[in-house]
């Protein structure tokens, strides 16, 4: 292949009489998309960085290095919009300097990015900017429809060059025609499925520093080391565009790629982004190529995505030996009719555990992929599905999708073919939205049961099951902590899907799509305070629900452990003898009914009643508050008006039930127990806020000081380089939006006024 790019080299050179430009900048852009108010999608920072986007800045900076353009200088700049601003009137003022030819790129386009894409090229067209667009919108539609389609149509009227296929053998060429004015409507390269391009000498991806410095974590790079997948899949792209034909990267290049990006950059884990890198022929090869990089120190670690067909036996050993620390795996259902009917005879649901099983042996953390809206599912069955699949099948992480016929798949030409109705807005194709009639449900309840599966997964009750299995493996316990963070602020507060998700939604008041009203400056500072705080406030609960997840699944040391069930066999029998649990359901019972002026002399017991004793002291504090509970009912009930006649009843039970308990000599026998718990009470524990579930008589951790867990979290997060976010800028950000929004909401409602 380079080879080829030599000869075109030399061949352009010969025959191009000298160009007018001293500098050739080439603009690589990830579009991001548009959200249903019609605002770009862009976050404070970003998560997953854009591969496409690597890999034709590498192929750029392959041209630019061999000098295919002789003397000319070549700079390239990238941006990725779901965390970078795009300058767009800036891009445009290079164009127009003196001695600069620009053409501007908009690569990996997905189908919902599409819009934006389009509008974008128009935008640079208007400039007299050449554009290029590529990626699975394009290749998808011409390989699978044809060129005639109406989307590729308007971009050749438009005169936007359209890209199909992959650009690794002909990238030069395309940038030679950008250089020199003949740009040609559509270059396909994917017409023959079975001879793609050989990547296996082909240039590398490269990390672009600038873009990188967007993302929560720098340290995070993404990486193709395959392509293609030898499964038939019916709603998947990727066979008719990258083939079924498995085609690799050599492992000494994946290395050579690995150690310079370790040392030039930092990046120490990756999204090796392989459909199926079970597929690789030289998976082997590849796993033991990192391992020698990491007994070299080079302690890379990544994730990987794997089918769930049978294994070699060393496969899963290998991985984990070679640092991946966790594997998505593309489950898509439990129920064996719907993966029959989308053509994925691999995936059988009876294997499902212990395939997972054997991952989780191997200190793998399983993250699957799920659909939801395949042809047998109802509203009814989904919610069974998802809790067969966190009870049962119990893989870690979960990203679920909405059945989406993509332009590209079988299911798509099928269904155009039959003229079903597809709804024609492509922004909406993210498999996020309902786009297509299903048999079984409206598109509401599809809706519904979509995002009912996310707030289940990511519900406290499952996250507290999933950290529990891990709180032995502090890596994988924090790594799947911070996920957890990522993924059910973007699917539950910011309620977008953490694929393309990050930390804090911005949005640009003048960056809105065609056929959307750009609003008034103040009124959209006005609507941006309320989002702005609404947010805060979801993320204030949320920060107390992970407080409490990590409380009640952090590791415990033995000493603590058996000082708590101690504690937990005196206090138990303490509540029982007191008769505390029937009292509190009385007292739940009688709220109701109560004053204000009631609960308020009450509600101090039912709170005392929840707390853990620790000591003597504490014991002896307790009993004297019971004692004084019946005079303290007496009291209320003389209290109540004729029309408290409930309220008097409930206070009678409750008093009786405090007259029926009877001590006798207990109270020295639960002083002594808490004498000999004192001496083996962990200074540890006194530090945490536990209570006590009368209902239940056990003991449980409860919420510490929020600012204590918080800076807990942090150095965790910190030491294990997790996220690189500062979040007392970020909290002082959100803060300083908030207060300039509604400063300049009421100032121009009072000057209004006043005029």
Not at 256 to 266: K, S, T
């Amino acid at each position: 292949m380079l080879s080829q790019m030599t000869r075109r080299r030399e061949s352009t050179n010969e025959s191009t009489p000298k160009l007018p430009f001293r500098k050739f900048r080439v603009v690589l852009i990830k579009p991001s998309k548009y959200d249903d108010d019609g605002y770009v999608i862009r976050f404070w920072k970003g998560v997953l960085p854009s591969n496409t986007l690597n890999v034709l800045h590498g192929l750029t900076e392959e041209v630019k290095s061999r000098r295919v353009f002789g003397d000319l200088r070549i700079e390239i700049v990238t941006f990725d919009e779901t965390a970078e601003k795009l300058p767009v009137k800036k891009i445009i003022r290079w164009s127009r300097q003196p001695s600069v030819k620009l053409v501007a790129g908009l690569v990996g386009v997905q189908t919902n990015q599409f819009p934006r894409a389009f509008d974008l090229a128009r935008q640079f067209r208007a400039a007299g900017i050449d554009v290029i667009i590529g990626g699975f919108h394009t290749s998808g539609t011409i390989n699978m429809l044809s060129d005639r389609e109406p989307d590729i149509q308007a971009l050749v009227e438009e005169s936007i060059s359209i890209v199909s296929g992959e650009v690794e053998e002909n990238w030069a060429e395309i940038l030679a025609d950008a250089l020199h004015g003949r740009l040609k409507p559509i270059y396909s390269f994917a017409q023959d499925l079975q001879n793609l391009v050989d990547i296996g000498n082909a240039p590398l991806p490269r990390i672009s520093p600038k873009t990188m410095r967007h993302f929560a974590k720098p340290s995070f790079g993404t990486a193709d080391t395959s392509r293609g997948c030898p499964f038939a899949c019916s709603f998947c792209t990727i066979i008719n565009v990258q083939g079924r034909k498995m085609r690799e990267r050599s492992p000494e290049s994946i290395a050579e790629m690995l150690r310079r990006n370790y040392r030039e950059h930092g990046v120490s884990f990756y999204f090796f982004t392989d459909d199926n890198f079970a597929r690789k022929k030289l998976w082997r090869e590849t796993f033991e190529e990192i391992i020698k990089l990491r007994q070299e120190g080079i302690k890379i670690s990544f994730m990987m995505q794997v089918d769930l067909a049978r294994k070699p036996n060393d496969f899963v050993r290998l991985a984990a030996e070679a640092g991946c620390t966790q594997v998505f795996i593309g489950m898509e259902s439990v129920n064996p009719e719907n993966l029959k009917a989308e053509g994925k005879g691999q995936n059988h649901v009876a294997e499902y555990q212990a395939i997972i099983n054997e991952w989780h042996d191997a200190g793998i953390v399983v993250h699957t992929g799920y659909i939801i809206g395949l042809p047998f599912d109802t509203k009814e069955q989904v919610p069974q599905d998802i809790g067969y699949l966190m009870d049962v099948i119990q893989p870690d992480q979960a990203s679920f999708f909405m059945l989406t016929p993509l332009p590209g798949s079988h299911d798509h030409r099928e269904m155009k073919k039959r003229g079903e109705w597809m709804d024609p807005d492509f922004n909406k194709r993210d498999s996020f939205h309902a786009t297509i009639a299903h048999p079984n449900m409206s598109a509401e309840e599809w809706t519904h049961v979509y995002e009912d599966a996310w707030k289940d997964f990511y519900g406290k009750a499952n996250m507290i099951k999933i950290l529990s299995r891990w709180s032995h493996h502090p890596r994988n316990y924090w790594n799947l902590m911070s996920i957890f963070f990522w993924y059910k602020n973007a699917a539950v507060i910011e309620k977008e899907h953490p694929m393309i998700g990050g930390f804090f939604r911005l949005k640009d008041r003048l960056s809105r799509r065609p056929g959307f009203a750009v609003a008034p400056r103040h009124l959209h500072f006005w609507k941006r305070a309320k989002e702005v705080l609404a947010l805060l406030i979801s993320w204030a609960k949320f920060l107390k629900e992970m407080e409490e997840v990590w409380l009640q699944t952090r590791k415990k040391s033995e000493k603590e452990e058996k000082w708590l069930e101690e504690a937990q066999r005196v206090q138990g029998e303490i509540w029982r003898a007191l008769k505390i649990a029937e009292w509190r359901k009385a007292y739940s019972n009688a709220k109701s009914a109560l004053p204000e002026k009631a609960k308020a002399r009450l509600d101090p017991f039912e709170e005392l009643s929840s707390k853990i004793l620790l000591t003597r002291k504490d014991l002896n504090a307790f009993l004297r508050q019971w004692e004084g509970l019946q005079s303290r009912l007496h009291e209320l009930r003389l209290h109540l008006t004729r029309e408290g006649e409930v309220a008097r009843a409930w206070l009678d039970e409750m008093a009786r039930i405090h007259r029926s308990v009877r001590l006798g000599s207990r109270i020295q026998e639960w002083q002594d127990a808490y004498a000999r718990l004192r001496h083996t009470l962990p200074l540890k524990y006194q530090l945490l806020h536990a209570r006590f579930d009368a209902l239940s008589n056990r003991a449980l951790y409860s919420r510490e000081p929020l600012q204590r867990f918080w800076n807990n979290t942090m150095e965790h997060l910190r030491a294990m380089k997790i996220w690189n976010i500062d979040f007392g800028k970020l909290t002082s950000s959100l803060m300083k939006e908030f207060v300039l929004s509604i400063s300049f909401a009421l100032s121009y409602r009072t000057g209004s006024r006043a005029e």
